[in-house]
Structure formats: C-alpha cells, structure tokens
C-alpha cells in the first residue's frame, strides 16, 4: 500500500475539483506517452522501470561495497553536481542525525560533498579537513565531462594520492559514470577504479535509484534495499492506476497544471521538517530542469518553516499574487519532546506546557495554511506519515512521475536540459577554451574585460 497521500481541500476555493478532472484526457496521454514510450525523450525512460528492474542482489553488492567503504572512511566525499548529487544528498540528509558530525558515537562515515560548486575556499576547507581524516571518495557524472564534478575530482584525486600512495588510493575511489562515453570513464578504466555505470536511458535528474544514488546513500549507513522497495510500490501502484481517478501523483500534476493555467506560474514547496531542506533542492532541479523550457513551465521555488516564515512569509502572505503552496506534511516523528511547565511562566508558554514540539509544529502548518489561503495562495498538501527510506522511495517516485506527467502536458520533452549549455559555451570561452576564440572575443568585448 503507498503511504503517499495528496490533501487538496484547500486549493478547491481557488480551482474546483471539475476544473482539474478536466485534465483526463491529457493524464491519459500524458501517461501513454511515458509507458509506451512515444513522447519526446522517450529514450530517457529508463527511470521508470527502474525500481522494479534493480535487483535485491545488486543492491545487496553496492551494500557490502559500501560496508567496506565505510570501515575505511571517517569522511566519504561525495563529487558530482546536479543529478549526481542532489538526490543521494536528499536522502541522507533526510535520515540523518541533524548534528552527526559532532556526535562522537555517531556511525561513520560522515558524508561531504565537492564539485557542486567552484568555489576555492570550499575546497581548500575541505582539503584542511581531509589532511586529518581518513577518506574516500565517489566521483559522480553521468557525461563525465561536467567541469565542477572534473576541477574537484583533479584536485581531491592529487591529494589522495599524496596521502595514501598512488595504489591504496585506488581503493579509495569509486566511478559512476556511463557504461561508454566521457573522460571520467576513461579515467576509471585507465586507473581500474571500482566502477558503476549510470543507465543510458536514465538522465541525471532522475537517477537517485541508481548507483548515482544508491552508492553514496549506503555508504552513509542507510538501508537501500528499503528506499528501493518504497519505490517499488509507487511504480506499482502508478502503473495499475494510470489514470486520474483517485491517483494521486495524476491529481497532483493535473491540479498544478490547472494553477499554472490560472496564472499561478511558482510553486513553493514547504517543509517544517530542517531535514527535508535538501528533498526540496532536488524537487527544485527536478521540476526546474523538467518544465522550464520553450518560455514555458512553472518556476519551482522552495521554503523551510517556520525559519522561513520570518523571512519570506510577509511576500507569501500579501507580495505578487502568482504563487501557490504544496506542503509536504509529516504526520509524526519518532522521537518525543514536551515543553516543560514553568512556575514562573515569564514567557508565557505555560499554556502550552506538557504539549509535544510536534504538536506545536503541526498547528504552525495548519495556521499557516488557512493564513496564506486567505491570502489567496492556493494551498496543495502532500501526507507522509513519517520520514523513513520507504516513505521517502515512495515519494521520490511520485515525483518523478508526476515531473513527467506535468511536462508532457506542457508540450515539452521532460526529459532534456538544452539551456543548460549557454553558460558552459561562455565560460569555456573565458576561460580560453580551444574552439570557442571567436566567442571569446565576443565576450571581452560585451564585458569589457
Ligand atoms: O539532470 C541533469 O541531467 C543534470 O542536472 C546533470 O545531473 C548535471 O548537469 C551533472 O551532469 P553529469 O552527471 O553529466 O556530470
């Protein structure tokens, strides 16, 4: 049974259930295209049979491989960008200790990440770091020519090899890359490190549930097999429904469809849960680099709350009326904290003693959410009864489907990211890249550098 549930009791004062059952027809073929492969990027489907087509023995080879990472590691540090990292940091961050790396008894390794940005002094802090820790490492891209994954690669490669010595760094080091193509590939094979391929029918957005995802999350100590099963049960259970009627990951990309045709052009998905943060961050690259795409699409923007609602609640609340909410709402938690009773009660919370910090939290949600309905913010909330890796296996696929239904009825292939090149082209040619001079020049001049 999916756990996964969708609440649109408060969107129906802004679009009527009929508006969005309106979306049958275009749910029908929207799902058509995914499983009979006839849309645009149909090669890039590879996502959707991909929970049931992994086997328990694969996952069990990429477990004991990461045992074994992990009795060698204080650090794992994971090197990719985008669909290399975002997913694994997603889940880890989701299933950690808030505070692991100060926690002394905490289970090593404590995971970080590179080559998701360019920046000297991350590096360099972390380098200081890994002088004193024992360290392995993941380089993770799909292309294996992605420039921030590469610079980061190059100079934590150097220093591992300083370290440990040329052979026993090898050991340190694991490849997920394509089965074919790209410099990484070639590198893993010249260095014979320990490789992992990325499926060419799965682009890096979607590839969590691959060894993109799967190596790093184990290595951080979480149980796959359970993140894979949940998923399981979501393309189970997508696949039989198929339609809008009761589904929730249809409704949920027919309802936003029906904002987006409204002229709610962001979605802000919420969390009150700090470990959700980054679930958000892949959501917003998921649906970001899905739907964006011929001046189309709806801009994915993210908050934490409540930290959130001291900052960008009085624009949700009264700013441009373009928005709408999806909350993603955990029914419990696992661990208990009551507010303690003061005799003194200075700060005036005694009304509220005894109570659970979850509790607190949950009437935070539901005020919140009357409050920005009221102030017109239409309000979709997706149900989870907890955080764990099933829950969270089945939530990756809900979104990923419902990515994939939304794009298709945009018109758009969901499954392509061709703006992402523009920046590329210009900073190679800054950069001095041979074969791009007359970008180059062209660029001096527009900067006037
Ligand atoms: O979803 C995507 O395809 C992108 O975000 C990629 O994951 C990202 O650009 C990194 O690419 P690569 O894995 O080829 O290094």
Not at 296 to 318: C, R, W
Request: hydrophobic residues 40%.
């Amino acid at each position: 049974m999916i756990q996964v549930k969708l609440e649109l009791n408060q969107l129906y004062g802004f679009i009527s259930k009929d508006e969005i059952l309106q979306y049958e027809r275009q749910i029908y073929n929207a799902y058509r295209k995914v499983y009979h492969k006839t849309g645009a990027g149909n090669d890039f489907l590879g996502w959707v049979e991909l929970p049931s087509q992994t086997s328990d023995n694969f996952l069990e080879q990429i477990q004991q491989h990461a045992t074994l990472l992990r009795a060698q590691s204080d650090i794992f540090v994971v090197v990719g960008i985008g669909g290399s990292y975002l997913g694994a940091r997603a889940v880890i961050e989701a299933l950690s200790n808030h505070f692991s790396q100060l926690s002394s008894d905490y289970p090593h390794p404590y995971i970080v990440y590179a080559g998701q940005n360019i920046s000297e002094d991350y590096l360099a802090d972390l380098l200081k770091i890994l002088d004193e820790k024992d360290y392995s490492m993941a380089v993770i891209s799909k292309s294996g020519t992605t420039t921030e994954p590469a610079i980061a690669f190059r100079i934590l490669r150097r220093h591992l090899e300083k370290k440990y010595g040329k052979e026993a760094a090898r050991q340190r080091i694991v490849a997920i890359t394509d089965q074919h193509r790209g410099a990484l590939k070639q590198l893993a094979d010249s260095e014979s490190y320990v490789s992992y391929v990325v499926p060419d029918d799965v682009g890096g957005r979607y590839s969590v549930l691959s060894p993109v995802g799967l190596l790093p999350i184990a290595v951080a100590g979480i149980d796959i097999q359970a993140l894979v099963e949940g998923a399981r049960k979501m393309e189970k259970y997508s696949r039989a429904a198929n339609n809008i009627h009761g589904n929730p990951i249809a409704m949920y990309a027919a309802a936003r469809h029906a904002l987006y045709q409204s002229g709610k052009t962001i979605e802000i998905l919420v969390n009150y849960e700090p470990r959700m943060q980054y679930m958000t961050e892949w959501f917003k690259q998921l649906f970001g680099e899905s739907e964006g795409k011929e001046h189309k699409g709806i801009f994915p923007a993210g908050v934490n709350f409540t930290t959130d609602l001291h900052s960008m609640g009085q624009y949700i609340q009264e700013g441009l009326r373009n928005i709408f909410e999806t909350v993603i709402s955990i029914e419990s938690s696992d661990q208990e904290l009551r507010i303690p009773q003061e005799e003194t009660d200075l700060d005036q919370l005694n009304y509220i003693a005894g109570k659970r910090l979850s509790e607190v939290n949950r009437m935070a949600e539901l005020g919140t959410i009357v409050a920005h309905v009221d102030g017109a913010v239409p309000n979709i909330r997706i149900l989870l009864p907890k955080i764990n890796a099933d829950v969270l296996g089945q939530l990756i696929y809900f979104f990923e489907m419902s990515c994939a239904l939304s794009g298709y009825m945009l018109n758009i292939n969901p499954f392509d990211q061709p703006g992402v090149e523009a920046y590329k082209t210009n900073m190679f040619a800054l950069l001095g890249k041979k074969g791009f001079e007359t970008k180059t020049a062209e660029l001096r001049k527009r900067l006037n550098i």
